[in-house]
T-cell receptor, first 111, second 111 residues
Framework: QQQVKQSPQSLIVQKGGISIINCAYE??????FPWYQQFPGKGPALLIA?????SEKKEGRFTISFNKSAKQFSLHIMDSQPGDSATYFC??????????FGTGTSLTVIP | DAGITQSPRHKVTETGTPVTLRCHQT?????MYWYRQDPGHGLRLIHY???????DKGEVSDGYSVSRSKTEDFLLTLESATSSQTSVYFC??????????FGPGTRLTVT
């Protein structure tokens, strides 16, 4: 059973547009929800993360929206740029325990 | 890559042979993790460590063992490699069990 479900699998966005990636989880014990960005041939890099006590967190052009009651969270990339083209992974965890990752979203930003 | 090195970076081995991958950190972080990354599956946790000699299984631990005799080193061993273990393996570290930082990865091919 997949603990974290991520969609869409791939996404194509025009430069300047908004990219939205969604994740859903089942385990209400999760209390940490990060997003990772991965470029080809590289390891995933932590992008932004949120705890369930807030509904939104923004860092630059990246925003996480969190809906605790629906057990869903999403990544919004504003003013998407070609350099944002990468694979994005959501994840969920509780402290000291194992992380569960989504299956990834391949984002392509067209100039 | 946050003071994390993995060795080797690439390896080709034959079915049935033992293989050991090494993760080395210079950050003195408490937690260390081994993941495998496969298309369509995202990142899946193999084993993790929450201190020297303290390890636990992840969701895909069958066929793998780990050891951590020093804070800075976390070894992943495939006792008898199989073709299904062909994958990219990532090591990650975390100071407190939340933010994880990934190494550059090891591409393993089992023929």
């Amino acid at each position: 059973q997949q603990q974290v479900k991520q969609s869409p699998q791939s996404l194509i966005v025009q430069k300047g547009g908004i990219s939205i990636i969604n994740c859903a989880y089942e385990n209400t014990a999760f209390d940490y929800f990060p997003w990772y960005q991965q470029f080809p041939g590289k390891g995933p890099a932590l992008l932004i993360a949120i705890r369930p006590d807030v509904s939104e967190k923004k860092e630059g052009r990246f925003t996480i929206s969190f809906n605790k009651s629906a057990k869903q969270f999403s990544l919004h990339i504003m003013d998407s740029q070609p350099g944002d083209s990468a694979t994005y992974f959501c994840a969920a965890s509780s402290i000291g325990n194992q992380f569960y990752f989504g299956t990834g979203t391949s984002l392509t930003v067209i100039p | 890559d946050a003071g994390i090195t993995q060795s080797p970076r690439h390896k080709v081995t034959e079915t049935g042979t033992p293989v050991t991958l090494r993760c080395h950190q210079t950050e003195n972080h408490r937690y260390m993790y081994w993941y495998r990354q496969d298309p369509g599956h995202g990142l899946r946790l193999i084993h993790y460590s929450y201190g020297v000699k303290d390890t636990d299984k992840g969701e895909v631990s069958d066929g793998y063992s780990v050891s951590r005799s020093k804070t800075e080193d976390f070894l992943l061993t495939l006792e008898s490699a199989t073709s299904s273990q062909t994958s990219v393996y990532f090591c990650a570290i975390s100071r407190q069990g939340y933010e994880q930082y990934f190494g550059p990865g090891t591409r393993l091919t089992v023929t």
